[in-house]
């Protein structure tokens, strides 16, 4: 016997990186959080926002943040939907779009939170093998033919990226009846980004999340740009006040600061690389990473045993039990003192087995 639908019943959920609690000694490299503060303009509005402004109902449709976000990226009115992260714009794109069995497809490995989604709504989960060193798998895609089709770009935990004449012609290709949203969560520190493609294609969303490049995982806030006839659908689902009155002043004054949040991504991506360099001289394997993430193998190829000696010392990675994970660790990239507490642990574990 039990309370829940037989799908719920019977669905694994979604395991989030381990969160150690507050006063614990620990370097945290597990789940992608960026190293830097959150920019000063945060700080300053934190202090001054009223106690009024959290005895009433916030703003539904988070009008601060929504103005500061459709002013960076130049965007008419109706163009970017405000979530309470952007895991909660994917459960609305789910929600309004997918039907029971209809076909939600991703390139796998990714993100494990889509097909979280999909059995939520009883859809038909599509999974789509990457490429060997995992590269974008766009004509399994194309075939799959799925009502919405998940695209991290970079990936997690890869790192890999789809071009944009990819994305194109993938957008096209899933036209008229199947949606593509492309999770932009790591585009601050990637080369490339797909803001320009909702205005070219009408089936594409973009998500964007304010909790990588701007420091604020904590915050819960995250975007969607699209055109309006596709935003409107996802309105229908939102929650009623999804982003809370903090998040909506506070989200507007971190996108006011795009100073702030370039410098630390360039030192991020700068400190990637220089990490990926250490690695490989110490012979690790390296899928080359766009985001703030490296997926890297140990020389011995037992992630589970590097991952295991790192958390006795106090360090978290993420080890995936996913069958073409097995080889790997995802490493967040952190501050320089803590990627060479993380170099000194390995060395340490080389010479002391
Ligand atoms: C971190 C992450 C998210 C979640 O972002 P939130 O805004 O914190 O919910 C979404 N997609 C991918 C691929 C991520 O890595």
């Not at 996913?322 to 390995?346: K, M, S």
Request: hydrophobic share 40%.
């Amino acid at each position: 016997m039990s309370y829940f639908t037989p799908h719920i019943e019977a669905m694994t959920p979604y395991v989030p990186g381990e969160q150690p609690a507050g006063g614990e000694p620990v370097i945290k490299l597990n789940t992608n959080e960026n190293p830097c503060p959150p920019s000063p303009g945060v700080q300053a509005c934190l202090q001054s926002a009223a106690m009024e402004s959290l005895r009433v109902y916030p703003d539904p449709r988070a009008g601060q943040f929504l103005r500061a976000v459709a002013k960076l990226h130049d965007l008419p009115d109706g163009w970017v939907l405000a979530g309470n992260g952007s895991d909660n714009l994917i459960m609305m794109i789910v929600r309004a779009a997918a039907a029971p069995d209809d076909r939600i497809a991703w390139p796998a490995p990714t993100f494990p939170f889509y097909e979280t989604q999909a059995l939520i709504q009883q859809a038909r989960p599509c999974p789509v093998p990457s490429g060997e060193d995992f590269t974008f798998p766009l004509q399994g895609l194309i075939d799959a033919k799925a009502r919405i089709t998940f695209l991290a770009n970079p990936n997690s935990p890869t790192g890999t990226t789809a071009s944009n004449d990819q994305l194109h012609a993938l957008a096209e290709a899933l036209q008229p009846h199947g949606l593509l949203v492309i999770d932009e969560a790591y585009a601050d520190f990637a080369r490339s980004d797909a803001l320009n493609l909702p205005r070219e294609q009408p089936n594409v969303i973009v998500l964007r999340t304010l909790s990588k490049g701007y420091s604020l995982a904590g915050l819960r806030l995250g975007y969607a740009v699209a055109r309006p006839e596709l935003l409107e659908g996802l309105w229908k689902t939102k929650e009623i006040y999804n982003v809370s009155a903090l998040a909506d002043r506070l989200g507007a004054a971190a996108i006011a600061d795009q100073q702030h949040m370039r410098n630390n991504a360039a030192s991020i991506r700068n400190a990637r690389d220089r990490l990926a360099d250490a690695l490989k001289q110490r012979r690790w394997r390296m899928i080359p990473s766009e985001a703030n993430f490296l997926l890297a193998g140990p020389p011995d190829g037992n992630a589970e045993r590097a991952y295991l000696g790192l958390k006795e010392r106090r360090i978290l990675v993420r080890y995936f039990k996913h069958p073409r994970l097995q080889n790997w660790l995802r490493i967040t990239v952190g501050t320089d003192e803590q990627n060479h507490a993380l170099l000194d642990a390995l060395d340490e574990m080389n010479t002391t087995p």
